[in-house]
């Protein structure tokens, strides 16, 4: 049986971190698995092989710094980071070997910076692993058909994982964070947040995709398509830890996670700006495929539509381009900066009633305005003020008694 390990960069950016690591990886060997590790570039901006800092030295160059040449440059990072693993576990005497992705047969498309698995060959890493050799590879990158190294966006090495542990039938994955696991809310906000023991691959992708940063909603997606087993946890060998599942092929483990709570979890988005869009003369806004043509390329959030005006939530650093292309319509723009989305999420809350009672009421109370929501079968979201938020969340947690997840 073979076991995917991914760690992300905080979990290699020291000695003492990497060995932690290693550890880890000797766990799954002494219980009689294979081990394909997937790894991160180490730390985070400012540190010598952090992604980011390796764009920074690109654009102190040159801020135009092409696509293709960037995805080579950045990809590095996972590369020391692999073979710098190989070498810790070496040291230890266990045989180990390091890949690139595309050596790893991740084949991708040619959409620089943000290119999509087409598909994994994963014989190579395969036939390795049946030499009981320790396979790690570099994550969040692949190779195009045309021999270019492209790179898979951000949380490019979870996809990795996720791709790698559905090609080689995994066991289950194991993602390695800096956090004991998926919690009830950013532990940084609410101070009595919780590990989820168990989350259903629907929730995990929204909470994910609303501002939670464990894991990439893309390599959550791959992980359900697969019904592969997920956990995400720390370092700590005994640390509490979140086990992603719900699937057909496994055991469902949700009819005995009748918790009575409709609600698993808070997250945010912060930085968003409403823009309000209405036709100057006061008459109806005559197409509103035309302002949703013109805005194609943008991320449209929170979408209101009505007959004389439509209103949506983007990001405040899209602002300024989104008006320009709006007023060249002819159309009167207004735009309410310093918002922050709150959501809540719950496999528990569909067909539940008293749940947006509860949101809206909780807000209300803490006299917190409310410019737009949305919901689905398992979210909620809400418009707030940003300088709000803190407040709003803590509140949301309180009110559906998070604090008492176990």
Known sequence: MIVVQKFGGTCLDSQEKRQAACERIKDALSAGYKVCAVVSAMGRKGEPYATDTLISLARGVSRDVAPRELDLLVSCGEVISAVLMVQELRKRGITAMALSGGQAGIITDMCFGNANILTVNPGHVRRHLDERK???VAGFQGRADSGDITTL??????????????ALDAAYVEIYTDVQGIMTA??????????????????????????????????????????????????????RKTLLSGGEKHDNPWRTWESGKPVTGIT????????????????????HESVFAVLRDKALDLINVFPDRLSFVIPREDVPETRRR???????????????????????????????????????????????SSDSNITIS?????????????????????????
């Open 268 to 287: 945010y988005r912060d930085g968003l700006s409403q823009v309000i869009v209405k036709n100057p003369t006061g008459g109806d806004l005559e197409s």
């Open 186 to 239: 950013d532990p940084h906000v609410v101070a009595s947040a919780k590990t989820i023991p168990l989350v259903s691959y629907e929730e995990v992708s929204q909470l994910a995709w609303e501002g939670a940063k464990v894991i990439h909603p893309r390599a959550v997606e791959i992980a359900q398509r697969a019904q592969v087993p997920v956990w995400i946890r720390s370092l700590q060998k005994d640390s």
């Open 382 to 406: 809400c418009l707030i003020d940003q300088e709000s938020l803190m407040e709003a969340v803590n509140a949301l947690h309180e009110a559906f008694h998070l604090a008492s997840q176990s």
């Open 153 to 166: 966006g951000r949380g490019g090495s979870d996809t990795t994982a996720m791709a790698l542990g559905a």
């Open 326 to 372: 709006l007023e060249g319509l002819d159309l009167a723009v207004d735009v309410r900066d310093g918002q922050s989305k709150v959501t809540v999420v719950g496999y528990g809350m569909h067909g539940r009633p008293g749940v947006m009672d509860t949101v809206v009421g909780t807000l209300s109370r803490k006299k917190i305005r409310v410019y737009a």
């Open 134 to 136: 320790v396979v790690v």
